[in-house]
């Protein structure tokens, strides 16, 4: 596969198939003498479409490491440019894996369906957070480890904490901006599975929605979202089930073993653990302001906008909104980042971000991360409500920009995200 016919196919919507349904929660029910308290969720259930791009830009700010190395620009764009030709699509339109991608066997398969199952689990949580909350728009996603570990909040040096239960929890914690409703936000969260055969999938799924349970926010346990993306038959499909709201457990603690009925061939695919404990996490809140839901989406809220600012090669706003524990792990030097650039899409969105030119078979190619100009902007600014204000204006022509984009054909393929995150691939 050539260049251009790899970035024709990552910008294409392609169909795939979701599984979300009442067998699937009996199937997955069967896997443990505990009840999960998951259901199904008819919106992610049945035929989907999906661009590529849109994953792999899920992927790269999903999995944005929080170290820093001089290596590190050249680390990310490899991450993404690994899985460029891995898609492809069959006569109806199908998403597939392409020739290249069916050669990947073995264990470097099973890492591929692992790395590829955060991508396609943030976009069906973006999905499902449309339908659960009509009118939501997910603006973080963060990582739930950075969002309850110690120094993620540090105002006036005062510690409240977070009793997490369990000692597994989920992968991400997910914050959508939701004018219509009471605080004007939702939370919940999601965990990501990812394998490279359709069977090993229900133990995987099983002990995805004993993770879900890992985490309490304010005594409560939030909404969640268990996602199993299997690379197999090199086809794409995905199984989801949520946590029911409300739900309360028969058994304490809250992360039971999950018992396997039947032994497996590929060890590699059981991510079980049984181990069970209470952890108290810390986070730095005002000593005036009470440990609440909303107080946590707003660590949650700046450690996303610090981490989009570093996507975009903004520093400034990295060092505004970065909570201590990314700043204490910044190695990085600042004049071995790429000199960030200009560049306008062809849906007329103006971009602001970091570049890398890569020569690859087929020609060059330049690949920058970036954000929305009025995101990157407010995010240099000391107003919160600005940049809400203004990832809101961005999620709202995200369609419109698809919608041109289709119309006046460009030469850049681009992908933007509600947060205002930008990916773009422009040949040369």
């Known amino acids: 596969m050539d260049l251009r016919r790899a970035l024709d196919i990552v910008a294409q919507p392609w169909t795939y ?9 009996a199937d997955v029910q069967a896997y443990t003498t505990d009840e999960l308290g998951v259901r199904d969720v008819p919106a992610l259930d049945g035929e989907a479409t999906v661009r590529p791009l849109d994953v792999l830009l899920r992927l790269a700010v999903a999995t944005k490491p929080q170290y820093q190395t001089d290596l590190y620009e050249a680390h990310r764009h490899w991450s993404l440019l690994r899985y460029l030709g891995l898609f492809d699509a069959d006569p109806d339109g199908q998403l597939c ?14 890492v591929t369906s692992e790395e590829l199952g955060i991508g396609f689990a943030v976009h069906r949580a973006q999905e499902w957070v449309a339908a659960r909350w009509p009118g939501a728009t997910v603006t973080g996603v963060i990582d739930i480890d950075v969002a309850l570990s110690s120094g993620v909040i540090r105002t006036d040096g005062v510690t409240s904490s977070v009793v997490q239960r369990g000692g597994r929890r989920p992968d991400y914690l997910l914050i959508a901006e939701s004018p219509g409703s009471e605080d004007g936000f939702h939370y919940a969260v999601v965990e990501c599975k990812g394998t490279k055969a359709w069977r090993y999938g229900l133990d995987q799924m099983a002990s995805a929605c004993v993770q879900l349970r890992g985490v309490a926010v304010a005594s409560r346990q939030p909404p969640g979202l268990a996602v199993g993306t299997v690379l197999a038959d090199d086809r794409v499909r995905c199984r989801a089930l949520e946590l029911y709201p409300g739900h309360r457990r028969r058994h304490e603690p809250a992360t039971s073993a999950v018992e396997l009925p039947e032994p497996f061939e590929d060890l590699a695919e059981v991510h079980v653990e049984r181990e069970t404990f209470e952890r108290t996490v810390h986070v730095d809140i005002d000593e005036q302001v009470p440990l609440s839901a ?11 906008w610090a981490s989009l600012a570093d996507f975009a090669g903004n520093d400034y706003a990295f060092q505004r909104w970065a909570p201590p524990v990314f700043r204490a792990n910044l190695d990085r030097d600042a004049q071995a980042r790429p000199q960030r650039v200009e560049r306008r899409t062809g849906g007329g969105l103006d971009v602001v971000g970091v570049r890398n030119l890569i020569t690859l078979p087929g020609g060059e190619l330049e690949v920058v991360f970036g954000l929305a100009a009025e995101v990157d902007e407010a995010l240099a600014d000391r107003d919160a409500d600005r940049v809400i204000e203004a990832q809101r204006r961005v999620a709202g022509r995200r369609a419109q920009e698809g919608d041109a984009a289709r119309r006046e054909p460009s030469d850049d393929v681009t992908a933007v995200s509600d947060d205002g995150a930008v990916l773009m691939l422009i040949p040369r």
Not at 17 to 25: E, H, M, P, R, T
């Open 17 to 25: 198939f979701g599984v979300s349904d009442a067998q699937l929660c």
């Open 97 to 110: 894996l392409s020739s290249a991608g069916r050669r990947i066997v073995g264990s470097q398969r099973r």
């Open 294 to 304: 909303e107080n946590l989406v707003r660590a949650g809220t700046q450690a996303s």
